[in-house]
Each structure stands twice: as structure tokens, then as C-alpha cells.
């Protein structure tokens, strides 16, 4: 295959870099494939930070408004789309920079996903149902008791992830953290990934949850809730979903919402530095004030 192969731009929410992205676009002749696990949802926009019709009419966007919000998403059916974007992107022998957060992407994208069965859908929706008469929480616990490691890295609140690693436990009996150790055999890479001060990085998230609710997060929530997103328990995870869902059937008020959704991208923010941290791989940039980043990104990229 002719091309040059993809490189990786990393780093937490709100830091910058799908700025970054279109300002090396401006340099290197590249095309950008999203990894972002709510930036494929048609409709799911400021919630997402998803680029602009402007910026994807000027830089090529893959991975982007390919799903209805009803539609189910896995890291595997990522690696399958963006390896498929990636070799045409190289046929036109431009560059396939591959930009998001969402760690189990780009992990499954760069080496590969491991190979466990998939459980009954019998089991699946059992443990669902479970989630929504007991809460997430109950599946936390559940899981902290066969897979602390696991339970260590999911969020309390994450019932994708949740329910995938129980099915898995539950169906192999194995814990889902001893799948992903055989899985974890990095492959060579170029992985750059951008960071801030902690406290510039939290200031930006706020900034940026008081921009959407300024550019109407909420109208759009009432948007989703109309299209159906409450049957996707991939949709739900989008930060905002469920805290602007309470506030909407008066559970909390907006105020409460918007401070939570504060909370949560912090807390989001720091699970993707501890993610990226621990891959070998990445070379950190940090972000600056004069853009003087975007040159060294260019320059690791090279020719």
C-alpha cells in the first residue's frame, strides 16, 4: 500500500486538538479520522465538540455523523471503519491523522482488539435491565468483586463498559482485564499527545460547557431524547446526556446540571491522562499560547 501510514493525536478533552489538527492540516497534506466515540452520532454536536461544517469542508473528516443516535458502537466496529478511511486515505497519498480521546479507540485502531467471545444476548440484556432497575452503580460493585482492575478503570456511570466487562467475565469466566494483558503488545507507532497545566485544562472544560449551554445544549438533549437516544446505551455515555435529561424531567435544575457536567469532563479528562500515560509510545507536546506546538507536532511528523 502506497501512502504514508496514520499517525495519532491524543490527549484529554478540551486541550486542543482538533485545533491543532486543522492547523497542521494547513502544512501537511492530511485528512483526519475521528476518534471520538460520540462524534460518529448524527445530531450529538456541541455535546461532542464536533467540528464545524466550515472546518470539515476545509480538512476531511472520517468517522464523523455516521450514526443515528439509536445505533450501537464498539471499539471493534471503529478499528473495522477507520482501517477501511485509512487505506483510502493513503491511496491519495495524504496523511491519516487519526484525533480523539477516546483511549480504547486508538488503542484497538493501533494494535489491535482482543479476542473475546461475545456473550448471549440473553446475558446482555439481563444485565441491562439490571443497570436500569438497580443503577450502574450495582454493576460497579459487581464487578469491583471478580474484576478490581477493571472496576478501577470504569466509571461508575459507564454501562457500556460495565456490562461488557461482566458478559465477558460472565461468559468466559475470566475477567475482562486478563483478555486485554494478553492483548497489550504494543505495536510502533508515532503517538503524540497534547497537554496542559491541570489548572488551564479545567479552566478551558468550564469554559467550554459554558459555551454549549450558551450555543444550546440543551435544545439539542431535547432533540436526542425525541430521536430515540435513551435506547442506545453507547449515545447515553456522551457526558450531558443523562445530567441534562435530569434537569429536563426535573430531578435537578440547570444549574446543578451544568456544574455536574463540569465535574464529570474533569473527571473524564484525568481517566485519559492516566490512559495515555501509561503508553510508552507517546511523546508529549505541550499546548502554547503562540501555536508554537503545532510546528514541533509538524516537525515530529516530518516530510
Known amino acids: 500500500m502506497n501512502g504514508p501510514r496514520p499517525v495519532y493525536l491524543v490527549g484529554p478533552t478540551g486541550v486542543g486538538k482538533s485545533a491543532a489538527a486543522l492547523a497542521l492540516a494547513e502544512r501537511i497534506p492530511l485528512e483526519i479520522v475521528s476518534a471520538d466515540s460520540m462524534q460518529v452520532y448524527r445530531g450529538l454536536d456541541i455535546l461532542s465538540a464536533k467540528p464545524s461544517r466550515d472546518d470539515r469542508a476545509r480538512v476531511p473528516h472520517h468517522l464523523v455523523d455516521i450514526l443515528d443516535v439509536t445505533q450501537p458502537f464498539s471499539a471493534a466496529a471503529f478499528r473495522r471503519l477507520a482501517q477501511q478511511a485509512i487505506v483510502d486515505i493513503r491511496r491519495r497519498k495524504k496523511l491519516p491523522l487519526v484525533v480523539g480521546g477516546t483511549g480504547l479507540y486508538v488503542k484497538a485502531l493501533a494494535d489491535g482488539i482482543f479476542d473475546a467471545p461475545e456473550a448471549a444476548s440473553e446475558t446482555r440484556n439481563q444485565l441491562l435491565a439490571e443497570a436500569k432497575r438497580s443503577g450502574p452503580e450495582q454493576l460497579h460493585a459487581r464487578l469491583a468483586e471478580v474484576d478490581p482492575e477493571a472496576a478501577g478503570r470504569i466509571a461508575q456511570h459507564d454501562v457500556q463498559r460495565l456490562v461488557r466487562a461482566l458478559e465477558v467475565y460472565e461468559t468466559t469466566g475470566r475477567p475482562i482485564s486478563a483478555h486485554q494483558t494478553e492483548w497489550d503488545r504494543p505495536q510502533p507507532c508515532l503517538m503524540l499527545c497534547l ?8 479552566r478551558r472544560i468550564e469554559a467550554r460547557v459554558d459555551a454549549m449551554f450558551d450555543a444550546g445544549v440543551v435544545e439539542e438533549v431535547e432533540r436526542l431524547v425525541e430521536a430515540g437516544i435513551e435506547q442506545s446505551p453507547t449515545a447515553m455515555q456522551a457526558i450531558g446526556i443523562a445530567e441534562l ?5 426535573g430531578k435537578h ?9 463540569k465535574t464529570h469532563t474533569r473527571r473524564y479528562a484525568k481517566r485519559q491522562l492516566t490512559w495515555f500515560r501509561k503508553d510508552a509510545r507517546i511523546t508529549w507536546h505541550d499546548v502554547e499560547a503562540s501555536n508554537s506546538h503545532v510546528a514541533a507536532l509538524a516537525h515530529a511528523i516530518g516530510p
Open 253 to 261: 435544575s440547570l444549574d446543578e446540571a451544568k456544574r455536574l457536567i
Open 245 to 249: 435529561i435530569g434537569a429536563l424531567r
Open 195 to 202: 497537554r496542559l497545566p491541570r489548572e488551564e485544562l479545567y
